[in-house]
């Protein structure tokens, strides 16, 4: 579904990814490890059309189609979507209309009927049970007064709703406590099929306790160094990235 | 003679070739006063502290001349319809470039105890409710704009709400300036006596391409116990200059909830300004304006505590794009006397195109030693990493600018009273928005 090509990728003039390989198949998890500074952020931003991202050379095929030629709702809406490592607050505007006019949008561009919000509450029941989300979130503004943990469940949760067929997670791991973690992960793993697959974007092995991956990658100044299956992780955890230098 | 002179001076003569045949009506001399005092006061310059922000050269240069009835178009049903509001249950009354047109108005819907008309047909007796308030309220020793307003006041619309009547159903009073390259004056007298309640909306709009110069006072007084609900919406072209004078007098336990919204309008200047002339008064004063193109937008309000036991808000948000400009000046004054004032004021200005611009200045002059008064202002511009994150959950750039535009503006809005009224301005944000990326 994704074929990644000698990605090269600069911010403000300062080039980040300096050439990616990856190749992801339905079906599949992927881990993308890494220390600070690596680039693993930045493959997230760059693959879901952050503008700030120039992409300097190299290709990003999505099902045939050249990925890197739409823009970011058009990625939402053909079925990439970013858990993202910091989620952003929106002021006066709730959590459940933001999510339902996100789902009419994509259905709309796929040629679907839209929701109504009768029907959207029935539907969206199951999925907040599914990352033990609390219904006070529905109404608040999103994101805004959430704590970190509610953050990325609301991300999962928004997941869960919108069905991507590609999922990247960007340090959800992040600032999460052992309990947020595994709802997380839970929610992730429930929502794994063989016709979706997911990129799992960590610095630290222990979301790949809850989350088993496939395939493991290791990014280092911009370029993928290693990739191994899922005992590359525990190597990692292990030996400390220091051992790849 | 200064320019100034020169352009002052053209108004006062057609004031006095304007008013053939009306000179024995008492309320002939408040005229002759007002006449006088604007010959005195001039056109304001940038010179005068309340006017620094705002350069209104291009009025007082420009050769408007004095609407006159003989010259108002016939206006039909048909061409005001996008001015009405939907599912409207109230009253109407409509003037065209100030003066009275009875075939627009429809003023059935509201108690006959309601006294609903223009005001012209109070000048001629002695001792009536317009000659005994006129100029009471919204005075012009110093107000150039007012004194030029009350000099050629000839209609005008009086909304009179007796004792212990409470008008439910609303009244919209709907001025619309038609002739192009004139003056017109809409003048505006709601007087609410103590133990009522009504609702009172006043709207205006242009039916013409030329430039024009709409110049209208609204004075208000909210009697005991009485509780108005008072909102403007000003929809005119962008060739439109429009300055507008509201005053208020508030007595006791009354509570006056108003807003305005501005989108129309090339030079706008609007004034407000309320007196809490009593104990346990309550004093809404919000606005919401959306500009774009070159358009100049100026909100001047003044709130005057005199006695103890009141509150004032006020919350004006702004909404700017292109390389409009936008000011909000807010004074708040609390005299010695007025202890225990609770007085709230917060200006927001959203910039959505870096050639924007707005200039605050809050202003509170406190005299009493005991109060709370508190102020705040932001200018922000739209977040980058909000709309990646919109656009990332699929919802297109343009869509995401109205969600979080409205989200910005939603505080104000969802406040109002009336639900015709309150779509009506839902629509006309949404459309501004929306045309603008077109």
């Known amino acids: ?245 | 003679m200064n320019l100034n002179d020169k352009n002052t001076e053209k108004y006062i003569k057609a004031f006095e070739t304007y008013f053939n045949g009306s000179v024995s009506q008492p309320f002939h001399k408040v005229r002759q006063q007002a006449a006088s005092n604007f010959e005195k006061l001039g056109f304001p310059t940038t010179k005068k502290e309340e006017w620094r922000f705002t350069n209104i050269a291009s009025i007082a240069k420009a050769d408007f001349k004095i609407a006159e009835k003989k010259n108002a178009p016939t206006v039909s049903l048909e061409d005001i319809e996008p001015f009405l509001l939907a599912n409207w249950q109230g009253a109407r009354i409509v003037f065209i470039d100030g003066f009275y047109s009875e075939h627009l108005s429809d003023i059935k819907n509201i108690s006959d105890k309601i006294t609903l008309e223009p005001l012209s047909s109070h000048f001629e007796g002695k001792a009536g409710l317009v000659n005994k308030n006129l100029s009471k309220i919204a005075t012009f020793d110093d107000e150039a704009f007012t004194a030029l307003n009350t000099a050629f006041t000839t209609e005008g619309c009086l909304v009179h709400i007796p004792a212990k009547v409470v008008e439910n159903n609303g009244i919209h009073i709907i001025h619309i300036a038609a002739s192009g390259r004139t003056l017109t004056n809409p003048r505006n007298m709601i007087l609410c006596e103590d133990n009522s309640q009504a609702l009172v909306i006043e709207s205006y709009h242009t039916l013409c391409t030329d430039d024009v110069f709409v110049n209208s006072v609204t004075e208000i007084s909210v009697g005991e116990n009485t509780r108005l609900y008072h909102y403007k919406l000003q929809d005119e072209s962008l060739k439109s200059n429009h300055i507008s004078n509201v005053a208020i007098n508030q007595k006791s336990n009354s509570n006056y909830i108003s807003a305005s919204f501005i989108f129309g309008g090339k030079l706008v200047r609007n004034n407000i300004s309320t007196k809490l002339d009593g104990e346990g008064i309550s004093s809404t004063l919000n606005g919401l304006y959306i500009s774009r193109e070159d358009q100049h937008i100026d909100n001047n309000t003044f709130i005057d505590h005199a006695k103890p036991h009141c509150e004032s808000h006020e919350l004006y948000r702004g909404i700017l794009m292109d390389k409009s400009k936008g000011v909000f000046s807010g004074k708040i004054l609390v005299r010695q006397d007025a202890q225990k004032t609770d007085a709230k004021q917060s200006n927001n200005c959203l910039l959505l195109y870096e050639d924007a611009q707005i200039d605050a200045k809050p202003q509170l002059e406190i005299y009493a030693d005991d109060v709370k008064c508190t102020h705040g202002a932001t200018v922000g511009q739209l977040d980058e990493s909000a709309m990646f994150y919109f656009r990332a959950r699929g919802i297109p750039k343009e869509k995401a600018l109205s969600m979080l535009t409205y989200a910005f503006a939603e505080e104000i809005i969802t406040g109002i009273k009336d639900d015709s009224l309150r779509d009506r301005v839902e629509y006309l944000l949404l459309d501004r928005l929306k045309s603008h990326q077109a």
């Open chain 1, 1 to 245: 579904m994704l074929e990644v090509k000698d990605l090269k990728a600069s911010i403000a003039g300062k080039e980040i990814l300096r050439g990616i390989n990856l190749s992801i198949k339905p079906g599949e998890v992927h881990a993308i490890m890494g220390p600070n500074g690596s680039g693993k952020s930045t493959l997230a931003n760059v693959l879901s059309g952050r503008e700030e991202y120039e992409v300097t050379a190299g290709s990003v095929s999505y099902f045939g189609d050249d990925l890197l030629e739409f823009a970011p709702e058009e990625r939402a809406q053909k079925g990439i979507f970013l858990a993202f490592q910091y989620p952003v607050e929106i002021p006066g505007v709730s959590n459940v209309y933001f999510l339902r006019t996100a789902l009419n949008e994509i259905r709309k561009a796929n040629g679907e009927e839209e929701i109504d919000a009768a029907a959207f509450l029935k539907m969206i029941r199951k999925k907040m049970e599914l990352v033990e989300m609390e219904k006070a979130l529905l109404n608040r503004s999103v994101n805004e007064g959430f704590s970190g943990g509610e953050k990325k469940r609301n991300e999962i949760f928004q997941m869960a709703v919108l069905e991507p067929k590609l999922a990247i997670l960007d340090e959800t791991d992040s600032g999460l406590d052992i309990d947020a973690l595994r709802v997380v992960a839970d929610g992730v793993n429930t929502l794994k099929s063989k016709e979706n697959a997911t990129i799992v974007v960590t610095h630290y092995q222990r979301l790949l306790d809850y989350i088993i991956p496939d395939f493991v990658h290791v990014l280092y100044k911009g370029q993928i160094v290693k990739s191994g299956g899922k005992e590359l992780a525990f190597e990692l955890e292990e030996k400390g990235y220091d051992w790849l230098k």
